[in-house]
T-cell receptor, first 110, second 112 residues
C-alpha cells in the first residue's frame, strides 16, 4: 500500500470549512483513498473513501486531484465535536488491514 | 444493534500474567481484526481473521494468540504479559476484507 503524508496539526474556527490535505504521490491505479478519524482515543470512525472521482456524503467531501497524487478532506461546517485525529489511508481493495500513520490533529475552536 | 463491543474496557496486569481480550460484533461480518495503538502512534495490525475458521498474522503478532470462536467473536490472548504490551487494543470487523472497517471502543491495558 502506498504511503501518505499529512500535516501534523491544523486549526479551524467553528462554523468554517476545514480542509485537510494528504499527499500520496506513489498511489497506484487500483488503490483507494480512505479517511478515518479518531476522537479522543475512541475507536477510529470511517468518514469517506474514493478512487478518482470526488465523493460526498453526510459527513464530508473528498476531493482527489486528477493525477491522484493528493487529496483533500473537507468538513464543510466544522463543529467542536469534529476535533479529532484524521487519518488518510491508501489501500487497494484486496488489502487486508488499514495502515495508519500519525494523522492530522484537527483542533476546532469557538 | 451494538456494533463492535470489547471487554474489558480497562485492565492492569503484572508482568508474566495472562489474559484474554474479548471482541464481539452483531453485524454478521465475516472478517475481524485486532489492532494495537501506542501513545502518539497510529494503529498497527496484530492478527486478523478473514472468515470464520481462519486467522493470520499481521504486522506485530509476537506475544499474542487469537481465536475466532465463531462468526461473532474474535478473542486476543496474552500468554505472558510484558510491559511492552502496554497499549490500547482495538477490535474491528468488516463484511469483506476490502470493505469499510468498523471499530470497537478499545481496551486500555497496562502491564506493570
Amino acid at each position: 500500500d502506498a504511503k501518505t503524508t499529512q500535516p501534523t496539526s491544523m486549526d479551524c474556527a467553528e462554523g468554517r470549512a476545514a480542509n485537510l490535505p494528504c499527499n500520496h504521490s506513489t498511489i497506484s491505479g487500483n488503490e483507494y483513498v480512505y479517511w478515518y478519524r479518531q476522537i479522543h482515543s475512541q475507536g477510529p470512525q470511517y468518514i469517506i473513501h474514493g478512487l478518482k472521482n470526488n465523493e460526498t456524503n453526510e459527513m464530508a467531501s473528498l476531493i482527489i486531484t486528477e493525477d491522484r497524487k493528493s487529496s483533500t478532506l473537507i468538513l464543510p461546517h466544522a463543529t467542536l465535536r469534529d476535533t479529532a485525529v484524521y487519518y488518510c489511508i491508501v489501500r487497494d481493495q484486496a488489502g487486508t488491514a488499514l495502515i495508519f500513520g500519525k494523522g492530522t490533529t484537527l483542533s476546532v475552536s469557538s | 444493534n451494538a456494533g463492535v463491543t470489547q471487554t474489558p474496557k480497562f485492565q492492569v496486569l503484572k508482568t508474566g500474567q495472562s489474559m484474554t481480550l474479548q471482541c464481539a460484533q452483531d453485524m454478521n461480518h465475516n472478517s475481524m481484526y485486532w489492532y494495537r495503538q501506542d501513545p502518539g502512534m497510529g494503529l498497527r495490525l496484530i492478527y486478523y481473521s478473514a472468515s470464520e475458521g481462519t486467522t493470520d498474522k499481521g504486522e506485530v503478532p509476537n506475544g499474542y494468540n487469537v481465536s475466532r470462536l465463531n462468526k461473532r467473536e474474535f478473542s486476543l490472548r496474552l500468554e505472558s504479559a510484558a510491559p511492552s504490551q502496554t497499549s490500547v487494543y482495538f477490535c474491528a470487523s468488516t463484511e469483506r476484507p476490502r470493505d469499510t472497517q468498523y471499530f470497537g471502543p478499545g481496551t486500555r491495558l497496562t502491564v506493570l
